[in-house]
């Protein structure tokens, strides 16, 4: 695959393409590290010691709907543009999000930008340690920011809740793709969150999220990542709905269906932090 058709600005961009780019004036550049909770490693003291130059930290639970018990629920557009102000990003900024894994937490601010109706983001392919491994020039400085007017337009399509995601897997109208691992999405294992029965939502198809990636935390070329959901005996013809444990790596799989030219799409915010939690609802197992 070329760099060429690599480097798209609204989806996916190469380490080459972010050091070409990284003095532009309106670039802005987030670190968007996140962990499970049973990780041991704090993001934001990972970002202190070490990030991309003039790289802004995205804390993904903070940068959430503190309303929702459920864990970082997209934030209201009110909180966003607040936020995103004070990092001094907006209107007509080029955004690039990493993350200090590879490919994963990272997509989830590109599905939030996206839900925003922010076109101009991409996930940078291989994140923090692809950047690392070439040897690349990193700070522990941080930037300057200076206030950023932002105007948000909230894309509803591509967000689902509880009900939607019932009514779907129920009429079999939308295919359901789960990021979770296979013995997880078989229920054979529990839950990293207590309380939550194991299984997967009924009809949903398994895609653990790592199967979209190569073995560096690069994301598959087109070709390949299509290959993964037919496999799966995904129907790529019909809307999808993506899912996981909180709605992290589901967004790596909307990422995924975008690079294969997907548009009908949306993440179940909830996924199964919301879902395993109600017994009224159903779980299939296998």
Same mark, same amino acid.
């Given at each position: 695959?070329?760099?060429?058709?690599?480097?798209?600005?609204?989806?996916?961009? =190469?380490?080459?393409?972010?050091?070409?780019?990284?003095?532009?004036?309106?670039?802005?550049?987030?670190?968007?590290?996140?962990?499970? *909770?049973?990780?041991g490693?704090?993001?934001?003291?990972?970002?202190?010691?070490?990030?991309? *130059? !003039?790289?802004?930290?995205?804390?993904?639970?903070?940068?959430?709907?503190?309303?929702?018990?459920?864990?970082?629920?997209?934030?209201?557009? /009110?909180?966003?543009? =607040?936020?995103?102000?004070?990092?001094?990003?907006?209107?007509?900024?080029?955004?690039?999000?990493?993350?200090?894994?590879?490919?994963?937490?990272?997509? @989830?601010?590109?599905?939030?930008? @996206?839900?925003?109706?922010?076109?101009?983001?991409?996930v940078?392919?291989?994140?923090?340690?692809?950047?690392?491994?070439e !040897?690349? /020039?990193?700070?522990?400085?941080?930037?300057?920011?200076?206030?950023?007017?932002?105007?948000?337009?909230?894309?509803?399509?591509?967000?689902k809740?509880?009900?939607?995601?019932?009514?779907?897997?129920?009429?079999?109208?939308?295919?359901i793709?789960?990021?979770? =691992?296979?013995?997880?999405? @078989?229920? /054979?294992?529990?839950?990293? @969150?207590?309380?939550?029965?194991?299984?997967?939502?009924?009809?949903?198809?398994?895609?653990p999220?790592?199967?979209?990636l190569?073995?560096?935390?690069t994301?598959?070329?087109?070709?390949?990542l299509?290959?993964?959901?037919?496999?799966?005996?995904?129907?790529?013809?019909?809307?999808?709905?993506?899912?996981?444990?909180?709605?992290?790596?589901? =967004?790596?799989?909307?990422?995924?269906?975008?690079?294969?030219?997907?548009?009908?799409?949306?993440?179940?915010?909830g996924?199964?932090a919301?879902?395993?939690?109600?017994?009224?609802?159903?779980?299939?197992?296998?």
């Amino acid at each position: 695959m070329t760099a060429a058709f690599l480097d798209d600005p609204k989806t996916l961009v =190469s380490t080459d393409w972010l050091a070409a780019h990284l003095k532009d004036p309106d670039l802005r550049v987030l670190d968007a590290s996140w962990h499970m *909770p049973d990780a041991g490693r704090n993001a934001q003291a990972e970002y202190a010691q070490a990030h991309i *130059p !003039g790289a802004r930290f995205f804390d993904i639970d903070d940068i959430s709907d503190a309303r929702s018990a459920l864990p970082h629920m997209a934030p209201p557009p /009110e909180k966003f543009i =607040s936020r995103m102000r004070a990092m001094g990003v907006g209107d007509g900024h080029q955004v690039v999000v990493y993350d200090s894994t590879g490919l994963f937490s990272a997509a @989830r601010v590109w599905w939030t930008f @996206r839900l925003m109706g922010k076109m101009d983001i991409a996930v940078l392919d291989g994140g923090l340690p692809k950047w690392q491994a070439e !040897g690349r /020039e990193i700070e522990d400085m941080p930037p300057m920011v200076r206030d950023r007017h932002i105007t948000v337009s909230r894309q509803a399509g591509l967000v689902k809740d509880v009900t939607q995601v019932a009514h779907a897997s129920k009429l079999g109208e939308a295919e359901i793709i789960d990021a979770r =691992s296979a013995p997880r999405f @078989r229920g /054979e294992v529990a839950e990293p @969150r207590p309380g939550l029965r194991s299984g997967h939502i009924p009809g949903a198809k398994n895609v653990p999220f790592g199967e979209v990636l190569n073995a560096d935390g690069t994301m598959k070329d087109p070709a390949a990542l299509k290959a993964v959901f037919e496999a799966a005996g995904v129907n790529l013809g019909k809307p999808a709905i993506t899912t996981c444990g909180s709605g992290i790596t589901a =967004s790596v799989l909307a990422l995924a269906l975008e690079r294969v030219g997907h548009r009908n799409w949306s993440v179940y915010d909830g996924s199964w932090a919301e879902w395993g939690m109600y017994d009224d609802l159903k779980v299939a197992k296998g």
